[in-house]
């Protein structure tokens, strides 16, 4: 798992949460998102 793997399952295990969260767009999906990452960089 690379590094940007790590802190990416740190951020979702601490349950994904934005910095900025007015900025998220209401029909955001985490899994989807996270179904887009290509396999070199999960």
Sequence with gaps: M???GELRGYWV????QWHEPELRPADWDLLKQLATISPGWR
């Design 2 to 4: 690379s590094q940007v």
């Design 13 to 16: 295990a601490s349950g994904a």
